[in-house]
């Protein structure tokens, strides 16, 4: 583990792996409250390491794993920051190289694709799965219209963890007003590399809808959604992880032929 300093001068944990890769680059990015060693995320990273790719991973600040920041404030536009303070702190290191693959759940697909909108030339493909699109979407979906009323007004919401049962997340209302400027499908046209995407059946803030939403609004000619029959938002059961890696490995096969 390598500890760096974001842009707010915070502690940010990486963790680079393979860094002797001789198929490629990939930075991976975790969702809300997530880590880089949760489940799902390094199903992802194993399929890149099974891959000989250089697989850099890292804990977003404002979440739950080993970097500074509260999750009470976090928020898709600190985590994009940080996603992109990685990227640049990697430029400088040995193993750096461009185009790079991208991945990432929820938020952290999010992050996969705003910085494709703006950095196309330093993508060679992504896979935002389970991806955050639109602020208002997730709120909706995710959320009762008394939730969000009584969220407001107290200026925070408790949930409690699906991912890590006993952890009571607190999520303050900056989160909500943050998630609302975002409307990922906008730029979707803009996304011409090589994209895959995978959501649960049982997605409730970004939906088996949504994902389909922003495939066909991709410019790319190569593309790819699949839907995890039972799954939730996060990819957690066995057989789930299973599927999500086979999916992955035979992504990542026709990304090197």
């Known amino acids: 583990m390598i500890k760096i300093q974001n842009r707010k001068n915070m502690s940010l944990a990486v963790w680079v792996e393979n860094d002797r890769g001789k198929n490629g680059l990939v930075f991976i990015a975790h969702g809300l409250s997530g880590r880089h060693d949760q489940a799902n995320i390094r199903t992802y990273a194993e399929a890149f390491l099974e891959n000989d790719f250089v697989v850099v991973s890292y ?22 920051e940080d996603f992109e303070d990685v990227i640049e702190w990697a430029g400088s290191q040995l193993w750096y190289e461009e185009p790079f693959v991208v991945a990432g759940h ?16 330093k993508i060679r493909a992504l896979a935002p799965t389970s991806a955050f699109l639109s602020g208002k979407l997730s709120l909706r ?8 009323e009584k969220w407001e007004k107290d200026g925070y919401i408790l949930e409690k963890s699906k991912s890590r049962p006993g952890i009571i997340k607190k999520l303050n209302w900056t989160l909500a007003v943050d998630w609302k400027k975002y409307n990922l499908l906008i730029n979707a046209h803009l996304i011409k590399a090589p994209i895959l995407l995978i959501v649960g059946e049982n997605d409730a803030p ?19 959604l699949h839907v995890i029959k ?16 086979t999916i992955f490995l035979e992504w990542i096969k026709k990304l090197l032929a």
Do not use: R
């Open 59 to 80: 804990d977003a600040t404002c979440s739950l794993g080993q970097s500074d920041g509260n999750l009470e404030n976090a928020t898709l536009t600190g985590y994009y």
């Open 230 to 245: 039972g799954s939730e938002h996060t990819f957690m059961a066995p057989e789930h992880l299973e599927e999500v890696k």
């Open 206 to 224: 970004t939906p088996p809808s949504s994902q389909k939403d922003l495939l066909e609004n991709v410019s790319s000619s190569q593309k790819e």
């Open 106 to 121: 929820s938020l952290g697909g999010a992050c996969n694709l705003l910085f494709a909108y703006k950095n196309p030339a």
């Open 141 to 148: 979906e995710a959320y009762s219209a008394q939730e969000i």
